[in-house]
């Protein structure tokens, strides 16, 4: 499919500039900033982006993309350092700039390309130590801002685009409309849309498995519920193993059940709460725990396959963020392990099978709307794979499950009554390990400190904290501590996503 290709020279920002231009319903896909043009060139891209990076073009080993990517006729927009290596190559000059320019700015723009239409001031988001401080031979100059002359630039040809702020963040005005410009000037099929992503989901499903039998790693999750019902409208021999861990929230294992099989889906479900408790005992550190569970739920997992096989294929509901936050962004640092267990091995001996590896979480909401996903299941929020044991700080024992479970039941809850639930992307409690004094009846008590977290997002990569209306923060508080007595204390959590990531563990 011809689009848009990426290239991430580890930006922070990456995948947002291609979330934004799939919003725009232009297909991206995002490669390694110094990936040969060979590698481009498989995604017979109509336009290239070069993303921002913690870098600088004026390091000696900094990272730079293919010159072919320059001399191949096809354009090209540079965002920030990504501006900086386009003008480089055509002849510019890149220096340090006074001062880091960093957040909101002014800007001041020409009439024509990239802002037609546009006020001639708009507010975008800065985020540079380096500048523009020559520009190439017969460039021109687009908008400024008081600190920066050059803030957009033009190649003589009208093919090549440097842009100083960042289009792609909710903070600059009208982003989308000068992504969508450079869009038109490129050429690029607007073609991305829900139906479509489902009807080829459906075909190359269909075409890849054929008469092979799919073992489906089933969680009740948004993802792992698009990819059931996917198998079933594709009509594809397949089996679903929902493995019970222990770990889940209140009645959780019922809902899955019920959701699932009402959908057609061939689901077994397997009890293994007093495997996962065992290996959890005595682990604090939570990327042990992390591997403790993955690799119980691959024993589990590995025993269920070899009752009900044989397979060829084992589906997993694996997402963009997904593949980003475990692998790292091409040199980024691993955040933590996959938040599906950890993924499972490929000595389990089956052909993975991720048709949504390359979708965000909204997408593959839109496309289990598409399929006919319940909307019950379709906007659940996200839920780790590791379950309540990454909500646990500290040792996972059945008295911290009791407890967090409750007190992340009377949270949701509350949430449902006022209206809130659909308002937040994510919301969930954490039980910490730290005691509080506190007073019950005549008497001082020690109770459980928990934290309330909930974001809002489009996909989990950036996430700024829900600001939850005071009176209810205060209702929920009361009504945890009424229900649940061994907490003695509630707090809210407004960090948001940088720095924090959304889950504590």
Known sequence: MMGVVVLDFGSQYTQLIARRLRELHAFSVIVPGTAPWEEICRHDPNAIVLSGSPASALDADAPLPDPRVFEAGIPVLGICYGMHVLAQHQGGVVAGSHGRE???????????????????????????????????????????????????????????????????????????????????????????????????????????????????????????????????????????????????????????????????????????????LRVLRGIHDPEAKRRAIGATFIEVFRAQAARLGPFRFL???????????????????????????????????????????????????????????????????????????????????PEA???????????????????????????????????????AGDGRCYGYVLALRAVTSLDGMTADWARLPHAFLDRVAGIITRRVPEIGRVVYDITSKPPATIEWE
């Open 102 to 276: 960093y957040g909101r700015a002014q800007l001041t723009r020409q009439e024509g390309t990239l802002f037609r239409g546009l006020p001639a001031q708009l507010e975008v988001w800065m985020s540079h130590g380096d500048a523009l401080a020559e520009l190439p031979p017969s460039w021109q100059v687009l908008a400024t801002t008081a600190d920066c002359p050059t803030a957009a630039v033009l190649s003589p040809d009208g093919t090549r685009f440097g842009l100083q702020f960042h289009p792609e963040v909710s903070h600059t005005e009208h982003g989308a409309d000068i992504l969508e410009r450079f869009l038109d000037v490129a050429g690029v099929p607007r073609t991305w849309n829900a139906e479509g992503i489902a009807q080829r989901l459906i075909e190359d499903v269909r075409e890849r498995v054929g008469d092979s039998r799919v073992l489906l790693a089933a969680s009740g999750g948004v993802d792992s519920s698009v990819l059931a019902l996917l198998l079933v409208r594709a009509g594809v021999d397949h089996t679903a193993v929902f493995v019970d861990h222990g770990l889940l929230r209140h009645k959780e294992r019922d809902e899955v059940e019920g959701a699932l099989r009402g959908m057609g889906v061939n689901l077994h479900a397997v009890a293994a709460e007093g495997s996962f």
């Open 315 to 397: 589906a997993q509901g694996t997402l963009y963020p997904d593949v980003i936050e475990s692998a790292g962004s091409h040199g980024a640092a691993v955040i933590k392990s996959h938040h599906n267990v950890g993924g499972l091995p490929k000595e389990l001996g089956f052909e993975l099978l991720e048709p949504l590896r390359e979708l965000f979480k909204d997408e593959v909401r839109e496309v289990g709307r598409v399929l006919g996903l319940p909307d019950a299941i379709r906007l659940r929020h996200p839920f780790p794979g590791p379950g309540l044991a990454v909500r646990i700080l500290g040792e996972v024992t």
């Open 401 to 439: 499950l009791a407890v967090l479970r409750r007190a992340d039941h009377a949270f949701i809850e509350a949430l449902r009554e006022d209206g809130l639930y659909s308002e937040v992307w994510q919301a969930l409690a954490v039980l910490t390990p730290l005691r509080s004094v506190g007073v």
